[in-house]
């Protein structure tokens, strides 16, 4: 079999690659209302002469059938975009006010199309199904992958694998980020009202203050982190609104609290979410308030195949070589509902580097959601050869 170079994909796709990246990413469109990228997409999969069907109002499934019946593996992107507004000084930012390519969902978009045209250029050479998938809603919960899903994504033919790939602005490109097991957190919020009883602040024994509730919460709700976590383990809660109190001079009946905690274990999950409200009810037995809480669980963890993995190391190894494997330590605390595909069929989420940037150093890398937030051109090439090469290695039988 012939390896899918980056020079080869370079040759054949190198300005479409890069026209396709620049068209999308100046058209951002937001969660659910992917109207005009949908029809984007189905124009190219029409010019590659690739069937699709529309799924989950924006989403589109692709089907691209090789020479020969055999395994079926799904191939992903998420199609939307976020309510920023874009401050790179590109040329091709985005001309929509307050929408902004700013997770790089854009390029897997054009990840996906370059894989498909390189697919098409070899259909003779694999056999089994490649189902394109382009994801509505990633960044808004309960997210487009549920309901592609319950519409039967992963049927006919029945899924037997997939790869979900994912822009990591902290690798260069030519790298790729790999991890057997959970990649990706579990992702909840919580939402939590303390009652109190008002009255004057002079007499604070009189009355229950809220906002005296709500600074013990803070405080152990770290604790919780701290101290009923294994070391070994990890575990992020953070606070992030906080809303209560009238005037300098009075108890605060009410304060609102909103927050995330994000696991990497579903014991640890389970902990947290049950100990938030220990908390909760012993503060309020000891000041004498009530509470709300309400904690909802958002986009399980993303979990990678030990095997899957395996295959996407031997297909960079083999297209770009040994250095362009960097085995990530851990994950992140981030999420993404590629979790929920994962959940249901064996997987692989990619770190691809797209990062370093001629003119910063290593270490200076824009983060994900980042007004600034940019993708490297020349990490295309790559992201096609070894997605490319890691379905074909797949389709033919692994290694
Ligand atoms: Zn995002
Ligand atoms: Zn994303």
Redesign the pocket.
Known sequence: MNVISAELVEQKLGTYLHDTFRHLHTNPELSGREFETQAFLKSELDRLGIPYKEMAWTGLCAELKGARPGAAILLRA?IDALPIEEQTGLAYASNREGAMHA???DA?MTIVLGTAAMLLERQNEWSGTVKLMFQPS??KHPGGAKPMIAEGLLDDPKVDAAIGI??NPYLAPGTFGLKDGAILANADRFYIHLIGKGGHAAAPHEGADAIAMAGQLIVSIQNLVARQVSPFDNAVVTIGEIKGGYAPNTLADRVYMAGTVRTMNDDTQAMMEKKIGVLLQGIADLWGGSFTYDYVRGYPITWNDKAMTDIVRHAAETCLGKESVVEMPHGYM?A?DFAYIAQAVPSVFIEWGTGEWAEEARGTAVP?HNPAFRVNPDAFKYGVAVVTQSILNYLQGGK
């Open positions: 998420d997770c790089g969902h897997h990633e960044e994912h822009t981030s993404d994900w």
